[in-house]
C-alpha cells in the first residue's frame, strides 16, 4: 500500500470514529482564567466525593495562588468514580453552578463538596434517595448572595448537566485515568493517584520553571 494513503487511513479513523465527541470547548475548567500562558501547566483530575481529592485541592490551590498565573496553569477536571455512588450527580451540580453562575461559584461549590464529602459517602448515605442526595447538594446555594441560584432551581436543573460530566469521564477514561486525585504536567501523566503536598508539587515545579 502506497505509505501516503496508509498515513491518511490512519489519520483519519480516529477523526471519523471519535469516541468522544469533540467539543467547542476546552476540556477543564482552569483555576484561573489569565493562566492559559503560564509556563507549567498542572491538570489535576478530581472526583468531589474522593477523600484524597479533598486532601489535594487545598495543596494545589496554594500552588496556583504561590506561583502565580504566569507560571503555573492550573486545570481542574471533573472525574467521578463509579465506585462512589453520588459521585457523578455531585459532578452535575459542578456543571449546573458554572453554568448559571460562574467558574468562581463552580469551585466555591467543589470545595463545599469535597470539605463534606463523607456525608455523601456511604455510609451516611446508605438511606438516603437519589432526590434527597440532590437536596442536600441543593443545600450549598444558600451560600450565595443575593438569591441568585435558588436550591429549588438546583434540584430541578441538576440533571440537566448529565452530558457535560458524562463528556468529562470519559475524557478522563480515555487519557487512562483510573483514580483520584490524577495528574498531568505539562501534558506528561504522572501516573499516580494520592494526594500530593505543596512541597511535592513545588519541588517538580522548581524544577521545571528554573
Ligand atoms: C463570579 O461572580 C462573582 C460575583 O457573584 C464575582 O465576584 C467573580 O469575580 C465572578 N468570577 C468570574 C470568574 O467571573
Wanted: net charge negative; charged share 20%.
Amino acid at each position: 500500500m502506497d505509505v501516503n494513503i496508509l498515513t491518511f487511513v490512519l489519520l483519519s479513523t480516529p477523526i471519523l470514529g471519535a469516541v468522544i465527541p469533540i467539543q467547542k470547548w476546552q476540556p477543564g475548567t482552569r483555576y484561573r482564567a489569565d493562566s492559559i500562558r503560564a509556563q507549567v501547566k498542572l491538570e489535576l483530575f478530581i472526583d468531589l466525593l474522593c477523600p484524597d481529592s479533598g486532601a489535594v485541592w487545598p495543596e494545589a490551590k496554594r500552588i496556583a495562588e504561590t506561583y502565580g498565573e504566569d507560571q503555573v496553569d492550573l486545570v481542574v477536571h471533573q472525574y467521578p468514580l463509579p465506585y462512589h455512588q453520588h459521585a457523578h450527580l455531585a459532578a452535575q451540580g459542578f456543571y449546573l453552578v458554572q453554568d448559571l453562575m460562574n467558574d468562581t461559584w463552580a469551585f466555591n461549590y467543589m470545595e463545599w463538596v469535597l470539605e463534606r464529602s463523607d456525608l455523601f459517602r456511604s455510609p451516611s448515605t446508605e438511606t438516603r434517595t437519589t432526590v434527597e442526595i440532590k437536596s442536600f447538594l441543593a443545600e450549598y446555594v444558600r451560600g450565595i448572595p443575593g438569591n441568585r441560584l435558588s436550591s429549588a432551581q438546583f434540584v430541578r436543573y441538576v440533571d440537566f448537566y448529565r452530558n457535560p460530566a458524562v463528556y468529562a469521564w470519559k475524557y478522563g477514561a480515555q487519557r487512562g485515568v483510573s483514580g483520584t486525585p490524577w495528574y498531568f504536567v505539562n501534558g506528561v501523566d504522572l501516573g499516580i493517584s494520592h494526594a500530593l503536598m505543596y512541597e511535592e508539587f513545588s519541588n517538580l515545579l522548581d524544577r521545571l520553571l528554573n
